[in-house]
């Protein structure tokens, strides 16, 4: 039996939250995010429609490899310093709307660690940002294979990772702290193989949307 309840959250929608563990008060913790129009899906347990995921890691540094070394050029690189790292990948169904709850989500949940041991969000920690486009999140093992049928087209993807980095944009620089502290945000290149060095503070956190 799949135990949930409804309530409203800082996005303003209302979303069903399902878990094997509660809180103190009874509550279950969110481990998924899905739409309200999936609710009896989850009532009859059968699995929600996802149109995103999302894999969130702190970091002390992170460096990614945008554009690989040629025979004239070198490799080249963006890096940020204390801050989260996100893995995005968007699915089938995926629009406008299921981005700005992506961004939203990402930028004011609670798991970066503070001096004091408190969980805060990236914007009032505040730290850096990268960005990562991962689309073998949207994967599913057949057998000895991955399968990636779930996957948006390369081309809507695009659009709406870009859509995204501007979303997220504007909520960092509309946040006095966080733009205050000269933090930065940075991004990864849609659609091309890259290369990531990252040093670590905690565990991952995957969504799904």
């Given at each position: ?15 069903v ?8 008060i ?6 998924t ?15 929600p ?16 490899q ?8 070198e490799?080249?690189y963006?890096?940020?310093?204390r801050?989260t ?9 995926a629009?406008?709307?299921?981005v700005?709850?992506m961004a939203?989500a990402?930028?004011?949940?609670r ?20 960005v ?26 695009l ?29 990864g290149t849609?659609?091309n ?8 503070n905690g565990?991952?956190h995957?969504?799904?949307f």
């Open positions: 039996m799949v135990s949930c309840y409804i309530s409203r959250d800082s996005l303003n929608d209302f979303v939250c399902n878990s094997k563990t509660t809180d103190a009874g509550y279950h913790r969110i481990s995010v899905v739409l309200v129009t999936d609710f009896f899906k989850v009532m009859a347990g059968e699995a429609s996802q149109r995103g995921r999302v894999v969130m890691q702190q970091c002390l540094s992170a460096r990614l945008v554009k690989p070394p040629s025979d004239t050029e490799a080249e963006v890096e940020i310093s801050g790292v996100i893995y995005i990948c968007f699915l089938k169904g629009d406008s709307s299921t700005e709850k939203k990402t930028m004011n949940v798991l970066s660690e503070s001096e004091n041991g408190k969980f805060i969000s990236i914007l009032d920690l505040p730290g850096d940002v990268l990562v486009p991962q689309a073998t999140l949207g994967g599913k093992a057949k057998g000895k294979m991955m399968q990636y049928h779930s996957n948006i087209a390369k081309e809507q993807g659009e709406l990772y870009n859509a995204y980095i501007e979303q997220t944009r504007k909520i960092l620089d509309g946040h006095a702290k966080w733009k205050e502290a000269a933090c930065t945000l940075k991004h849609y659609g193989r890259q290369v990531l060095r990252m040093d670590t565990p991952y995957y969504f799904e």
